[in-house]
């Protein structure tokens, strides 16, 4: 079974596949994880369900949802950027 291979991307507003440039490339779900919250925190990405959160409260969502949540609804909630996963070998 090949690796798991998570990609964290910035984009548009609309996700536009044109859009999206790489940031992030890992195997490591904690670096997923820390890098996700220190782009929120610098206000690079913003994550909300449709409310208006300080950083600390998108922060502790995006945890959250982290923990529990499925890709596609952290995705909803992400903007500005994107995340995905493939694996080694893959064609993309």
């Known amino acids: 079974m090949s690796k798991q291979i998570y ?8 996700k536009s596949k044109d859009s999206m440039r790489l940031l992030m490339a890992t195997t490591s779900v904690r670096k997923l994880k820390s890098f996700i919250v220190r782009k929120i925190a610098d206000e690079t990405f913003s994550y909300n369900n449709g409310n208006e959160l300080s950083i600390p409260q998108q922060v502790k969502l995006f945890k959250a949802d982290f923990e529990n949540g499925l890709r596609e609804d952290i995705n909803n909630c992400l903007h500005y950027g994107f995340l995905d996963y493939c694996h080694d070998g893959e064609e993309i």
């Open 7 to 14: 990609t964290v991307f910035t984009c548009d507003a609309w």
